[in-house]
């Protein structure tokens, strides 16, 4: 049995013609979108092995610094110091001030390159318009540049001990630190 119209058929063939496009379309955009799902998902499309590729040592974007080991985390601070020295100190930082610090040695700072690290992070998505549209800029501004530098730059924040030229890297960094976990004999 065929599915094109006979001479007894009430379907134009002009309409049956398009519906056949249609559906080819359609089949089309299926394949399409389940490949594309599957590239997501860190499958090749057409893998069909059920193969389990997600796991922890597989990162589709780059993780946070701080859970990095040597040769990564050298080349990830790479990265960010660039982004740093090219981006924002030029273009955000004033001169510094009692109220307003900054370490020309920043990358000594663990707590500095966490947070300019996950600010970064959030640059790469937001200043891509195909990701977030033409607000990211605005939102990144606000939501995650504004902060990073108050908490950064505040009187006493991870520079507080960074004056007139000085710094110190150890200035903050807490002694013994009592823990709820452990007891101790009394």
Known sequence: MTDE??????????????LEGLKAEVIRLDAQVTALTKGDQGEAPGDETGADTHGEDNWQYPPFILLLDAPEYDDELRALVEWVEG???PGYLGEPSPDARWCHLWFEHTVAVARLHACWLAWQELTDPTTCGYTGPSVWHRDHLDPCLRELRV????????????????????????????????
Do not use: M, T, Y
């Open 155 to 186: 009187s006493s924040g991870p520079f507080a001990g960074c004056v007139k030229g000085e710094h110190h890297i150890d200035h903050r960094l807490p002694g013994s630190v009592p823990s709820a976990w452990r007891h101790h004999d009394i």
């Open 87 to 89: 981006v924002v100190v």
């Open 5 to 18: 119209p006979g001479p007894n058929s009430k379907v134009p063939l002009g309409l049956f013609q398009d």
